[in-house]
């Protein structure tokens, strides 16, 4: 399995969690049909995307990337010793998978630069934050946390009517810290990073692309959570805020990219996770590299 891909003048590295099954395909995707799902079962687990009980297998990782002036860190994954009990596997974990993970990309916390997340939902903050003598606390201490404005409004006028837990322990503590960055979607980081507004999954959701002068890599979040999508890019899934947004801005992201260079790396599709656009048929299909 690749962790480490090289392009451009960039180094990306997979920092992966948990890859596991998730959810039943015909629930996680409600615009999905027996049929559907029956004439796409055996691509889709040879991919490993599928289990035999027809249940998506799901993987959660962030990225870190390296550029010739700083180390990124995409979407920080589940965290520890955080209360989700809808969620047994994530349920107040403590193991260290995802920090021997930072250690075999040859990244300390210390080393983080920038922690940017393409939304706010609780696998994409967090490791935002770790407890320490019972407050949570920035993971990457030298760290700017940059998140799109758009969605920390969203969040916040939620967390504002009812307490959204993973708001409240892995983004706000960052925000106290006085850490963070909200910004507009024509923020960029030097000549590397950009932002992609993607919205639909959230309200502000965002893709990042990097490289210098051209898209080298594009991370894709939550847009896309199966390669089924790509096949089909009008299947949005059952937590997208937005599901006709949602396939809009999929399948215009997948035309944007379709038969070029960069390098997609997806939030959630099974190991490898990351290929390049190609068109199949009226749809796409993410092929791996
Ligand atoms: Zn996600």
Request: negative net charge.
């Amino acid at each position: 399995m690749s962790l480490k891909y090289t392009v451009g003048d960039l180094t990306i590295h997979r920092v992966i969690e948990q890859e596991a099954p998730f959810f039943p395909a015909l629930e996680f995707i409600p615009g999905l049909t027996p049929e559907v799902l029956a004439e796409n079962r055996a691509w889709m687990r040879e991919a490993k995307a599928l289990d035999d009980q027809d249940t998506l297998i799901l993987c959660f990782q962030s990225y870190v990337v390296k550029t010739p002036h700083h180390t990124i860190l995409i979407d920080s994954c589940i965290g520890n010793d955080k209360p989700r009990p809808q969620r047994p596997k994530w349920h107040m974990k403590t193991d260290d998978t995802y920090l021997r993970g930072l250690n075999a990309a040859g990244v300390s916390v210390d080393d983080i630069d920038f922690v940017m997340c393409t939304h706010l939902h609780v696998d994409h903050v967090g490791w935002n934050t770790r407890l320490e003598n019972g407050r949570w606390v920035p993971t990457f201490p030298k760290a700017r946390y940059v998140f799109a404005r758009q969605e920390f409004d969203y969040w916040t006028a939620q967390n504002a009517k009812a307490e959204v837990p993973p708001f409240a322990d892995s983004v706000l503590p960052v925000v106290e810290a006085g850490r963070h960055e909200l910004v507009g979607n024509d923020h960029q980081i030097g000549d590397h990073i950009r932002i992609l507004p993607t919205p639909g999954h959230t309200p502000g959701h965002v893709a990042f692309t990097i490289g210098r002068g051209k898209d080298d890599a594009v991370f894709s979040g939550d847009l896309i959570h199966s390669p089924l999508q790509t096949h089909y890019p009008e299947l949005s899934m059952k937590f997208d805020v937005d599901q006709a947004q949602a396939a809009k801005t999929r399948r215009s992201f997948l035309e944007r990219y379709c038969d070029t260079d960069t390098l997609c790396c997806t939030a959630h599709f099974p190991s490898p996770s990351v290929g390049k656009i190609r068109r199949k048929g009226s749809g796409f299909v993410c092929a791996s590299v």
